[in-house]
């Protein structure tokens, strides 16, 4: 049985930083791409940023690059998202998800199969 549980979010004010933790279970993580997701009220769920484990590409949505970086532990079977500068439009709550199924690209959604129940991220200005 998969499962997936962030942790890590909170409150911050905007230029803070959060560290939001994914422990992953049930499947053989260290060969699954592994991404983060985000969903504010009334918007798409969008993805935030991506991890392969073979090739070690990393993939971020424009919003974020440079502020986030995506890393997994392997012998810890966690995937971290650390968010440096945070803004309020970052405000969301976090997901993160296994890769399964067909194959839309690193950040859609759809080439996920599995997912945690999510972490609240708010960003205060």
């Known amino acids: 049985q998969v499962q997936l549980a962030e942790s890590g979010g909170g409150s911050v004010q905007a230029g803070g930083s959060l560290r939001l933790s994914c422990s992953a279970s049930?499947?053989?993580?260290?060969?699954?791409?592994m991404g983060w997701f985000r969903q504010a009220p009334g918007k798409e769920r969008e993805g935030v940023a991506a991890f392969s484990p073979g090739s070690g590409t990393t993939d971020y949505s424009d919003s974020v690059k440079g502020r986030f970086t995506i890393s997994r532990d392997n012998a810890k079977n966690t995937v971290y998202l650390q968010m440096n500068s945070l803004k309020p439009e970052d405000t969301a709550m976090y997901y993160c998800?296994?890769?399964?199924?067909?194959?839309?690209?690193?950040?859609?959604?759809?080439?996920?199969?599995?997912w945690g129940q999510g972490t609240q991220v708010t960003v205060s200005s």
């Open positions: 998800a296994a890769q399964g199924g067909r194959w839309h690209g690193y950040l859609s959604p759809g080439s996920y199969k599995y």
């Open positions: 049930g499947f053989t993580f260290r060969d699954n791409i």
